[in-house]
């Protein structure tokens, strides 16, 4: 959209470096070679009023918030194309490329960025900041293996009015992380962000997210009606502790998950002292969801239905004719 070089709302363009179904950004350099990310509305939501309300609410955020793991936001400034959201800049390399390059990383690695997640959860979750869209994509790594948590586009913050977007199917994302109950239309809270976490640490470690199909629409299926397959089966040997906190986080009713990050960050930090056989186990599905399976019980119940009626129609009509 913006070419090297470029001014644009007092920053000079330095490259892109991200988009999504909800912004396009860029690095930019500002006055003393200070360097900023400037977000801009995707161009299908360029006019939207919901966009300009979420890059409040993400303004707001971001300048309420103090944490190392949260980059700050700036100002809202306007350019050619709309709203455009200045943001620290964070210099690191995303866990979506990381696991790119090396597919799993170690049990020492893993836990310590779950670890870090989950104490930054803790504090926008205590300050009534939900992400809901955590996802390695969202997750900058730098230099110093700091863990930095990016793109507030969709965070609930608490007390917040809902804001519906325009043409909002297009822009949920992937529904590798999403949990349950946002998947079938609710808001989401804390315990979401914390199903996304598990999801992570389980892909961090067994390098593959445990849901997977051939469209978005399946994998959402699966969300809400599969036993996830536990991690080891993967091939990757790791502590059971460690699987059953796994499998604890993305239970699929919120209840049955952990009930805050600083338990769930307790229980990474203390896994060699758990007792597994204390942790939720077995088969579940989200209540209220037709499975494909009752789908088809329907549709044979349906066809003995008519069945039934056919012949009882022509039963009654023989009948008749030979009064």
């Given at each position: 959209m913006f070419e090297k070089g470029a001014i644009v709302c007092g920053y000079e363009i330095i490259e892109p470096i991200g988009s999504g179904g909800l912004s396009q950004d860029y690095k930019a350099r500002g006055a003393n070679d200070t360097f900023v990310t400037l977000k801009f509305p995707s161009t299908d939501l360029v006019g939207d009023p919901a966009t300009y309300e979420r890059f409040l609410r993400e303004?707001?955020?971001?300048?309420?918030?103090?944490?190392?793991?949260?980059?700050?936001?700036?100002?809202?400034s306007e350019s050619p194309t709309g709203p455009c959201?200045?943001?620290?800049?964070?210099?690191?390399?995303?866990?979506?490329?990381?696991?790119?390059?090396?597919?799993?990383?170690?049990?020492?690695?893993?836990?310590?960025?779950?670890?870090?997640?989950?104490?930054?959860?803790?504090y926008l979750h205590n300050h009534g900041v939900y992400?809901?869209?955590?996802?390695?994509?969202?997750?900058?790594i730098d230099s110093q293996t700091k863990v930095h948590i990016i793109d507030f586009g969709i965070a609930l913050l608490q007390g917040a009015r809902r804001v519906t977007w325009r043409n909002l199917s297009d822009v949920l994302g992937t529904p590798d992380y999403m949990s349950p109950e946002q998947i079938q239309g609710k808001r989401g809270d804390g315990r979401?962000?914390?199903?996304?976490?598990?999801?992570?640490?389980?892909?961090?470690?067994?390098?593959?997210?445990p849901f997977r199909g051939d469209n978005a629409l399946?994998?959402?299926?699966?969300?809400?009606?599969?036993?996830?397959?536990?991690?080891?089966?993967s091939g990757v040997e790791m502590p059971p502790q460690i699987e059953a906190i796994i499998m604890k986080s993305i239970?699929?009713?919120?209840?049955?998950?952990?009930?805050?990050a600083e338990a769930f960050l307790a229980d990474l930090i203390n896994y060699r002292d758990l007792d597994v056989s204390q942790f939720p186990r077995g088969k579940e599905s989200v209540r209220g969801v037709v499975t494909n399976r009752?789908?088809?019980?329907?549709?044979?119940?349906?066809?003995?239905?008519?069945?039934?009626?056919?012949?009882l129609t022509i039963i009654i009509a023989l009948l008749i004719q030979h009064r």
């Amino acid at each position: 959209m913006f070419e090297k070089g470029a001014i644009v709302c007092g920053y000079e363009i330095i490259e892109p470096i991200g988009s999504g179904g909800l912004s396009q950004d860029y690095k930019a350099r500002g006055a003393n070679d200070t360097f900023v990310t400037l977000k801009f509305p995707s161009t299908d939501l360029v006019g939207d009023p919901a966009t300009y309300e979420r890059f409040l609410r993400e303004l707001k955020i971001g300048q309420n918030l103090e944490h190392p793991a949260i980059p700050r936001a700036l100002l809202i400034s306007e350019s050619p194309t709309g709203p455009c959201l200045v943001i620290e800049y964070i210099n690191g390399k995303s866990l979506r490329a990381i696991l790119q390059e090396r597919s799993r990383l170690s049990l020492e690695e893993s836990l310590d960025i779950s670890g870090q997640l989950a104490e930054a959860l803790s504090y926008l979750h205590n300050h009534g900041v939900y992400h809901r869209d955590l996802k390695p994509e969202n997750i900058l790594i730098d230099s110093q293996t700091k863990v930095h948590i990016i793109d507030f586009g969709i965070a609930l913050l608490q007390g917040a009015r809902r804001v519906t977007w325009r043409n909002l199917s297009d822009v949920l994302g992937t529904p590798d992380y999403m949990s349950p109950e946002q998947i079938q239309g609710k808001r989401g809270d804390g315990r979401s962000d914390l199903y996304a976490l598990g999801i992570m640490l389980y892909e961090m470690l067994a390098g593959i997210v445990p849901f997977r199909g051939d469209n978005a629409l399946a994998v959402m299926q699966q969300h809400l009606t599969r036993t996830p397959g536990l991690p080891h089966k993967s091939g990757v040997e790791m502590p059971p502790q460690i699987e059953a906190i796994i499998m604890k986080s993305i239970r699929k009713n919120p209840k049955e998950r952990y009930q805050s990050a600083e338990a769930f960050l307790a229980d990474l930090i203390n896994y060699r002292d758990l007792d597994v056989s204390q942790f939720p186990r077995g088969k579940e599905s989200v209540r209220g969801v037709v499975t494909n399976r009752q789908i088809r019980m329907v549709g044979v119940l349906i066809a003995l239905g008519f069945i039934v009626v056919i012949g009882l129609t022509i039963i009654i009509a023989l009948l008749i004719q030979h009064r």
